[in-house]
């Protein structure tokens, strides 16, 4: 089992910026990459990029590429999810995610969700 605990959401003025934190605990020697989504109500759950644990590549989708980083501190077991120039359209709640498989893109935990708000 992994526990994933995301923290640092809030509300933000649009152009703004906010870091998201994800601290992964538990079996963590199983994670292959970690995740970010976003959900907003009646809308279905947005990925945005992954990070993989070790070597730390890096891949975004295209609707936050530029704008969005994701960086790790495997020291700390951290993910970190740095948000740029934010719109009022970045407004859900976002959640981090743990893959195990290589293979398998099904990610098999997640953490709890952090609300982001960005007012316009």
């Known amino acids: 089992q992994v526990q994933l605990v995301e923290s640092g959401g809030g509300l933000v003025q649009a152009g703004g910026s906010l870091r998201l934190s994800c601290a992964a605990s538990g079996r963590t020697f199983s994670i292959y990459a970690m995740g970010w989504f976003r959900q907003t109500p009646g809308k279905e759950r947005e990925f945005l990029g992954l990070i993989r644990w070790s070597g730390g590549s890096t891949y975004y989708a295209d609707s936050v590429k530029g704008r969005f980083t994701i960086s790790r501190d495997n020291a700390k077991n951290t993910v970190y999810l740095a948000m740029n120039s934010l719109k009022p359209e970045d407004t859900a709640v976002y959640y981090c995610?743990?893959?195990?498989?290589?293979?398998?893109?099904?990610?098999?935990?997640w953490g709890q969700g952090t609300q982001v708000t960005v007012s316009s």
């Open positions: 995610a743990a893959r195990s498989s290589v293979v398998e893109v099904a990610y098999d935990f």
